[in-house]
């Protein structure tokens, strides 16, 4: 686990790893597949990343998970993305997926974001990521599996629409599985408010269900973690 002080070191630190990452997949495979991450924790990242100097033509991006908001919802995950990078990249050379939301229809929209997925992985069991960013809710969630919710249990599909009880609406989200067929998994974590969550998704013991601690779900992940988020003996 790297621990920083700060959120900032922790997002520069992240965006190195992440030109390294590509700069490496690019010159063996020629291509750079991402999963992005929504909510407050990654925007800092991908403020950095639109000052890097990469081949993007090669880098793809796609959504591990989104709201049931149209795209220019302000809490659209793939506004935030759109805000904080990707309006600030070439145009002609932007190569982005995002998830084309029916608010009025969830099933839909998680079944077309699959055929795009599978129809990028033709003849792959699994969609073969070379990065997955996640970050983690104070509840433990990661993605949009969230606690005790129906996704956490679905291993055929990739994408599903996963109803939030506790918030009233569907969310869209990559299935554990689909996370963990990336080549790598990085966590970025920060805020004192993580602190339990992060120790139980951290912890050996065997009576923390991935039912109650999705984030238990993803294996072998990177993680970034701010000083705050680490809970202290």
Same mark, same amino acid.
């Given at each position: 686990?790297?621990?920083?002080?700060?959120?900032?070191?922790?997002?520069?630190?992240?965006?190195?790893?992440?030109?390294?990452?590509?700069?490496?997949?690019?010159?063996?495979?020629?291509?750079?597949?991402?999963?992005?991450?929504?909510?407050?924790?990654?925007?800092?990242?991908?403020?950095?990343?639109?000052?890097?100097?990469?081949?993007?033509?090669? /880098?793809?991006?796609?959504?591990?998970?989104?709201?049931? =908001?149209?795209?220019?919802?302000?809490?659209?995950?793939?506004?935030? /993305?759109?805000?904080?990078?990707?309006?600030?990249?070439?145009?002609?050379?932007?190569?982005?997926?995002?998830?084309?939301?029916?608010?009025?229809?969830?099933?839909?929209?998680?079944?077309?974001?699959?055929?795009?997925?599978?129809?990028?992985?033709?003849?792959?069991?699994?969609?073969?990521?070379?990065?997955?960013?996640?970050?983690?809710?104070?509840?433990?969630?990661?993605?949009?599996?969230?606690?005790?919710?129906?996704?956490?249990?679905?291993?055929?599909?990739?994408? =599903?629409?996963?109803?939030?009880?506790?918030?009233?609406?569907?969310?869209?989200?990559?299935?554990?599985?689909?996370?963990?067929?990336?080549?790598?998994?990085?966590?970025?974590?920060?805020? !004192?408010?993580?602190?339990?969550?992060?120790? !139980? =998704?951290?912890?050996?013991?065997?009576?923390?269900?991935?039912?109650?601690?999705? !984030?238990?779900?993803?294996?072998?992940?990177?993680?970034?973690?701010?000083?705050?988020? /680490?809970?202290?003996?």
């Amino acid at each position: 686990m790297q621990v920083f002080e700060s959120l900032d070191e922790l997002s520069n630190a992240a965006a190195d790893a992440f030109c390294k990452a590509a700069k490496e997949a690019i010159e063996q495979r020629g291509v750079f597949r991402v999963t992005l991450s929504g909510g407050s924790t990654p925007k800092r990242l991908y403020e950095l990343l639109a000052t890097k100097e990469l081949p993007w033509q090669n /880098v793809e991006f796609y959504w591990g998970d989104e709201r049931n =908001v149209t795209e220019d919802n302000l809490d659209s995950n793939y506004r935030m /993305v759109r805000e904080a990078l990707l309006s600030h990249l070439p145009a002609e050379s932007l190569r982005a997926f995002p998830v084309p939301v029916d608010p009025d229809n969830p099933a839909a929209t998680a079944e077309a974001y699959e055929k795009t997925l599978r129809e990028t992985f033709a003849g792959s069991d699994v969609p073969t990521w070379d990065l997955a960013l996640l970050g983690m809710g104070d509840d433990a969630h990661t993605a949009s599996l969230f606690p005790e919710t129906k996704a956490i249990e679905q291993n055929d599909r990739w994408f =599903v629409e996963n109803w939030v009880p506790k918030m009233e609406t569907y969310r869209y989200t990559l299935t554990a599985p689909a996370i963990n067929s990336a080549r790598q998994r990085w966590f970025l974590i920060g805020g !004192s408010n993580k602190r339990q969550a992060l120790a !139980s =998704v951290r912890s050996s013991a065997s009576d923390l269900p991935a039912a109650l601690f999705p !984030s238990r779900l993803i294996e072998s992940p990177t993680w970034f973690v701010t000083r705050d988020a /680490v809970a202290t003996a």
